[in-house]
């Protein structure tokens, strides 16, 4: 017997840690900003790992987040999948 691999199929998030391919689907996400924004898009799920960091800001920002790649997020509005 194969065991399937669960798929993702989250296509928006709000604050907290995903990643591309386990918890929402790879692709663009735009986020409208919101009070405190920011975010950081990495390689690795420990945002203490400086080497790991693609991309961070704050404020509104469509990101493409890449197959096993880190986001996290905080203090923004919903980040909605770019069709």
């Known amino acids: 017997m194969t065991a399937s691999l669960a798929v993702p199929t989250a296509t928006s998030f709000r604050d907290g840690t995903f990643q591309a391919g386990t918890d929402v689907v790879p692709g663009a996400y735009r986020t409208g900003a ?42 923004c509005a919903e980040w909605a999948k770019v069709p």
């Open 34 to 75: 919101g009070d405190g924004c920011s975010w950081l898009r990495s390689t690795s799920p420990d945002t203490a790992n400086l080497a790991g960091i693609v991309e961070s800001g704050t404020g509104a920002k469509t990101v493409t987040l890449e197959e096993g790649q880190f986001f996290t997020t905080s203090g």
